[in-house]
């Protein structure tokens, strides 16, 4: 069965600044696709970034980007030029056999 | 635009009580899926189905059913409201061909059992 980690309960940032969330996984499929969704305090689940396992080139959205280790089964998202809107619950998620199995979530705290 | 919406946004009911949360999609998706989120748990897949007739059981499925009778509707029961099944419960849509396989959600539903 797949599982997703994601080992850091809750992080700050000083707003302007770069912060990294980690998120590992375990599956033997090939063919897969990994998502970062962002859920602000209004609850609503917001796509931030979509990686497919079978391209080697880390997918890039503006601030947002991700560091991909197939290899490793490891999918780390960069935010850039962290800013106040930020501030959220971030979800890890793994697509395989049309299931998506999500990670406990890290909540990220942008810091004036 | 298409939209997945799910409804009530709040509701309290008692324990024991038969509850039916409602999820409508016009995404025309094959694919819907409910989560339930808790702290500490992130989201815990509950049923899936992925088309008409069609539906599987997720990992935290005891005391929760789902009937698929058409594309757009994926309601949840809950047979015999539990303390335990007090949550968020969000629902979620994907198309499994083509190049867009994300899940679009809806707003969630907050229930709780007294």
């Known amino acids: 069965a797949q599982t997703v980690t994601q080992s850091q309960p809750e992080m700050s940032v000083q707003e302007a600044e770069t912060v990294t969330l980690s998120c590992t996984y375990d599956?033997?499929?090939?063919?897969?696709?990994l998502f970062w969704y962002k859920q602000p305090p209004s609850r609503q689940m917001i796509l931030v970034i979509r990686q497919e396992a079978y391209k080697q080139q880390n997918a890039t959205e503006n601030r947002f980007s991700v560091n991909f280790q197939k290899a490793a089964k490891s999918f780390s998202l960069k935010i850039s030029d962290s800013q106040l809107g930020d501030t959220a619950m971030y979800f890890c998620?793994?697509?395989?056999?049309?299931?998506?199995?999500f990670g406990t979530g890290t909540r990220l705290k942008v810091l004036a | 635009d298409a939209e997945i919406t799910q409804s009530p946004r709040h509701k309290i009911t008692e324990t024991g009580r038969q509850v039916t949360l409602a999820c409508h999609q016009t995404?025309?998706?094959?694919?819907m899926f409910w989560y339930r989120q808790d702290l500490g748990h992130g989201l815990r897949l509950i049923h899936y189905s992925y088309g008409v007739q069609d539906t599987n059981k997720g990992e935290v499925s005891d005391g929760y059913s789902v009937s698929r009778s058409n594309t757009e509707d994926l309601p949840l029961t809950l047979e015999s409201a539990a303390s335990s099944q007090t949550s968020v419960y969000f629902c979620?849509?994907?198309?499994?061909?083509?190049?867009?396989?994300?899940?679009?959600f809806g707003q969630g539903t907050r229930l709780t059992v007294v």
């Open positions: 998620a793994f697509y395989g056999t049309y299931k998506y199995i």
């Open positions: 979620a849509s994907s198309e499994s061909k083509g190049g867009r396989t994300e899940a679009f």
């Open positions: 995404w025309n998706h094959n694919n």
């Open positions: 599956t033997s499929e090939s063919n897969y696709y």
